[in-house]
């Protein structure tokens, strides 16, 4: 069965298309989505946008040789989970951090520590880390815009932890790792255009299967998790 996004590869230059302000593209026909699968048979083509799509993809292509595409990009995200994961197990086992851990998993590592919760903090910050290894699958081997982008904006949620923990404890544990984010986020967006036209259209054209609905809320909870800690810290803040 064809997804809605494979559809509107075809909707996007049919004459019958039509654009709802709150839906995206609809059948003008139907005033709904588009449910053909394989073919549809009310489909005409418009020369005109066929050939404005054709164009864009050229621009595309063109924009992603100079960067040097969305799988270039997209292995910084597999180094940033494996090497977080193997930050998390040193952390654990002789109490030792490098400069590639998540400021996430740093503090769910004390706080495990200091409730003697180790194991649940290890399988957390893991999970954690695994959202990365995940996104370099997405974006790499599938080339999904979408799943660049929420892993670019999850890790500078991460950055903007270690910012805030910055004032409270000034040294070297935070500095380089957020050095190290600050690098990782410039190229990361510089190895793929995440605001052009294009990632948008690729977001606005997110079919919700049953993955990506995961992938959604495995976002969405470390999400939560990185504004709770974000919260955390600046309740210490005004405590001290």
């Given amino acids: 069965m064809m997804t809605r996004e494979e559809r509107l590869k075809f909707c996007s230059i049919c004459q019958k298309r039509q654009m709802d302000m709150q839906r995206g593209l609809v059948c003008s026909l139907t005033n709904e989505y588009a449910t053909f699968d394989e073919k549809c048979t009310d489909f005409e083509a418009d020369e005109t946008a066929i050939a404005k799509e054709l164009t864009k993809q050229r621009e595309y292509k063109k924009e992603l040789q100079k960067t040097g595409g969305v799988l270039t990009g997209s292995n910084w995200f597999l180094w940033i989970g494996v090497l977080s994961i193997f930050n998390i197990i040193l952390g654990f086992i002789v109490n030792l951090q490098f400069v590639f851990g998540l400021g996430v998993t740093q503090i769910i590592q004390g706080i495990a520590v200091e409730t003697g919760t180790e194991i649940l903090g290890i399988i957390t910050a893991v999970l954690i880390s695994g959202f990365y290894i995940w996104t370099y699958y997405l974006a790499a081997k599938k080339e999904r815009l979408w799943a660049y982008f929420a892993g670019w904006s999850i890790y500078l949620l991460d950055a903007l932890i270690y910012l805030l923990i ?42 919700w299967t049953h993955s990506r609905i995961a992938y959604v809320i495995y976002g969405g909870m470390i999400t939560l998790i990185q504004i709770g800690c974000l919260v955390l810290i600046g309740i210490t803040m005004i405590q001290n």
């Avoid at 409270?168 to 255009?193: E, G, K, R």
């Fill in 166 to 207: 910055l004032p409270i404890n000034f040294d070297a544990s935070i500095i380089w790792p957020l050095f190290l984010h600050a690098i990782l986020l410039v190229v990361l967006y510089s190895s793929t255009p995440l605001f052009d036209e294009n990632t948008w259209q690729n977001i606005k054209t997110f079919d």
